[in-house]
């Protein structure tokens, strides 16, 4: 039946849903078991456990998720940094050299500078907008590639399609965070990334409740993720299964929403007399703007800006604001605004930070689905009083 489904609300609504439905109920019930009967291996496959992440909402979700990105297979883990730190770990043994995007999400930047050279892992920061750079730090033993769709929390973009061909030419597995943008607006694995990581904590569960990661891509690179999760016990557990994949459903229409309003705001802001820095790359003067469009369905919604003042203003208008909620995170229906260096970047050093050009100043907005002129005009009466 899962071949006959074309669009991606219909695949949000009904891939990987059982057929038929078990005892007529529409929604998949959460199987709040940790073991399930064993019958053999020849009636029942392998023995299911909710640590094995193959419990009935685990395979639900599994297919949802390998659907609507266009994936070989996924795994759902228990949070974004386990989907990031299990494939990694997958992917790469002592010896084995990472070139990585030079501006990244706080933890995984501390993943990557602190646990994976304990384990004798080399990593390469690479600049992703200067590929005579990646041939520099090309080595015998670099193994893997890992960038931002959109990074966090810079919003800058990168010619995807060029690291893939790259990673291709040089027998490297290719890996891409993609958050920001979610399979609404960019599919890796249909892009010819390896592998697709998420934390679906945001867009993809969407309401601020639930925490949760998902690896998507090559089947022969999922199964060595799921051994890796196996053994490092992150699986997800089946009542935070149920409420993702409630809240995939609906993901689609929520990007929209996401989409518009994060432009809207970016407009505004980019024409206020106090606002000195807006970053979004939907802005038609972004440097990043015709790779957005040629790669993106749209730019979600994340953006960050600068407010004239420095720190002093950008804490004064946080507090000044009454719809945006001052809180770390993000892809939720509610819009949520923090700076950084005090969150999503605190476990960076200072200098780390200001080479990779995040001020402590930044303030990183996530645009929910409220209407755009409500949150406009909280934004423009905020700024009026600092």
């Known amino acids: 039946m899962t071949s006959k489904y074309k669009g991606i609300n219909t695949k949000l609504v009904h891939a990987g849903e059982p057929r038929p439905l078990i005892e007529g109920a529409v929604s998949l019930p959460i199987f709040q078991s940790s073991t399930f009967e064993y019958g053999g291996s ?39 940094m386990a989907a990031i730190s299990t494939a ?101 694995p249909e892009a010819g990334f390896d592998l697709s990581l998420h934390s679906c ?21 999922i199964e060595k993720c799921a051994r890796k999760l196996i053994h ?29 309003n994060a432009l809207e705001i970016a407009l505004f802001l980019q024409q206020h007399p106090k606002i000195t820095q807006v970053n979004f790359p939907g802005l038609p003067d972004s440097p990043y703007y015709s790779l957005a469009q040629h790669l993106f369905d749209g730019c979600g919604g994340m953006l960050s800006f600068e407010v004239e003042g420095g720190t002093a203003a950008a804490d004064s208008l946080i507090a000044k604001l009454q719809l945006p909620i001052c809180a770390p995170s993000l892809g939720g229906v509610e819009s949520l605004i923090t700076r950084p260096a005090t969150t999503s970047h605190s476990s960076m050093s200072s200098q780390d930070r200001q080479k990779a050009g995040i001020t402590d100043s930044l303030i990183r907005f996530s645009t929910g689905i409220e209407d755009a002129e409500d949150l406009i005009h909280d934004l423009e009466a905020g700024l009026s009083r600092i």
């Not at 599994?62 to 996924?74: M, V």
Request: proline share 5%; with cysteine.
């Open 201 to 221: 904590t945001k867009y993809l569960n969407g309401h601020s409740d639930v925490l949760a990661g998902a690896v998507i891509g090559r089947r022969d690179l």
């Open 42 to 80: 020849k009636q029942n496959g392998p023995p299911r456990y909710i640590r094995l992440n193959n419990t009935p909402n685990h395979t639900a979700l599994h297919e949802k998720l390998r659907l609507i990105e266009g994936g070989e297979a996924a795994l759902v883990t228990a949070s974004g």
């Open 88 to 188: 990694l770990l997958a992917v790469l043994k002592p010896g084995d050299r990472l070139m990585v995007q030079s501006d990244l999400y706080g933890g995984t930047h501390s993943f990557v500078t602190e646990d994976l050279p304990e384990l004798g892992i080399g990593v390469d920061f690479i600049d992703t907008n200067n590929p005579s750079d990646w041939t520099d730090r090309l080595s015998e033993n670099t193994k893997a590639i890992y960038v931002e769709s959109i990074t966090n929390p810079l919003m800058k973009v990168c010619d995807l399609a060029a690291i893939v061909a790259f990673a291709r030419d040089h027998n490297l597995v290719s890996m891409i965070d993609n958050t920001f943008t979610s399979p609404i607006n960019y599919r890796p």
């Open 232 to 260: 490092l016990g992150g699986a997800l557990d089946p009542h935070a299964c149920s409420m993702l994949h409630r809240g995939m459903k609906t993901l689609n229409i929520r990007m929209q929403r996401h989409n518009q």
